[in-house]
């Protein structure tokens, strides 16, 4: 017979694995929703990058500032979608205990799109912020990155790379020296 703290402590392993599994993926996912807030416009990025770039370059332009600038931000879309997949790909691992195929890739990109699709959404309803499907674009293309990264390198040592090591034997696209 057993006791309501005994079946409670049986269940930990089970909560514990799925908290470590997918609490990096529901924080990144609410990080990218807060970057997504007045925080982070165009014109408050601005106001932080103005003074540190014109302090590293006393000589720039008002144009090349803006070109650092929107470089900067769309580079932070695809390095959010970046890390989004590889946690995606991390939690499912973990969630499987088998490694990530390509059907689950193609659902992982699914959800990269959906999540990007619903942030700029989020964006059309903050005043300071704007939605636009280029931005969905390069974070899907940060999602792609993600998965062909963890495929394509698994000499790797990350925390997605491992599960794809037998894959990339299998498929051929890196040798194991």
């Known amino acids: 017979m057993t006791t309501k703290n005994q079946a409670k402590f049986a269940d930990r392993p089970l909560w514990s694995a799925f908290l470590k599994n997918w609490a990096p993926v529901a924080l990144w996912a609410a990080m990218i929703f807060f970057f ?18 014109a302090a590293i370059y006393s000589g720039i332009t008002a144009a090349q500032f803006d070109a650092i600038h929107l470089v900067i931000r769309k580079s932070a879309h695809w390095t959010e979608y970046f890390i989004f997949s590889l946690l995606l790909i991390r ?16 659902w992982i990109l699914a959800i990269v799109s959906l999540y990007a699709l619903s942030d700029e959404l989020h ?38 790379a491992n599960a794809a090591l037998d894959n990339h034997s299998q498929a051929g696209f890196c040798k194991k020296t």
Do not use: E, M
């Not at 165009?42 to 990058?49: E, G, H, P, V």
């Not at 499912?92 to 490694?99: A, N, W, Y």
């Not at 969905?136 to 792609?144: P, Y």
């Open 91 to 106: 939690a499912l691992q973990g969630h499987l205990q088998s490694k990530v195929d390509l059907r689950r890739a193609v």
């Open 36 to 53: 997504s807030t007045d925080l982070f416009s165009s014109s408050n990025t601005a106001d932080f990058l103005g003074p540190l770039l």
């Open 123 to 160: 964006q059309a309803f903050v005043p300071s912020r704007t939605a636009s499907l280029a931005d969905v674009t390069i974070d899907s293309v940060g999602g792609i990155c993600g998965i062909l990264w963890t495929y394509l390198c698994p000499k790797r040592k990350s925390f997605a």
